[in-house]
């Protein structure tokens, strides 16, 4: 069974940082495609950062240049680090993942490419301005 913990949201003044994390049990990052969601309030959910099966990172483009998606093979940890976070990074963020024969070529075809996809519990950011 997969299961994916977020942890590391929190409140911050805008131009802030913070660092989100996400720990995988029964899935190793590296295998598929994974990455990030983010559901603002009163929208649907959308992609904020994929990393591909083909080992490409997909922004969203409202945090290309801001947001960086990486991780620790070591620790089997995913992160996403956040800067100049802004009052419309406002959202519940979601860790995502997929096995590798279930991964788009492209980060932003996600939601609408064919699978199943593995969710975290969520992690909720707040900017203030």
């Known amino acids: 069974q997969v299961r994916l913990t977020e942890s590391g949201g929190g409140s911050v003044q805008t131009g802030g940082s913070l660092r989100l994390s996400c720990t995988p049990s029964?899935?190793?990052?590296?295998?598929?495609?994974f990455g990030w969601f983010r559901q603002r309030s009163g929208s649907e959910r959308e992609v904020a950062a994929i990393?591909?099966?083909?080992?490409?990172?997909y922004y969203h483009d409202s945090v290309e240049g801001r947001f960086t998606l990486s991780r620790d093979g070591a620790a089997g940890t995913m992160y996403l680090q956040m800067n100049k976070l802004m009052p419309e990074d406002t959202a519940m963020y979601y860790c995502?993942?997929?096995?590798?024969?279930?991964?788009?070529?492209?980060?932003?075809?996600?939601?609408?490419?064919?699978?199943?996809?593995?969710w975290g519990q969520g992690t909720q950011v707040t900017v203030s301005s």
């Open positions: 990393y591909t099966a083909a080992g490409d990172t």
């Open positions: 029964g899935y190793v990052f590296g295998r598929g495609c």
């Open positions: 995502v993942a997929r096995y590798r024969y279930r991964c788009p070529a492209y980060g932003a075809a996600w939601s609408t490419y064919p699978g199943n996809t593995f």
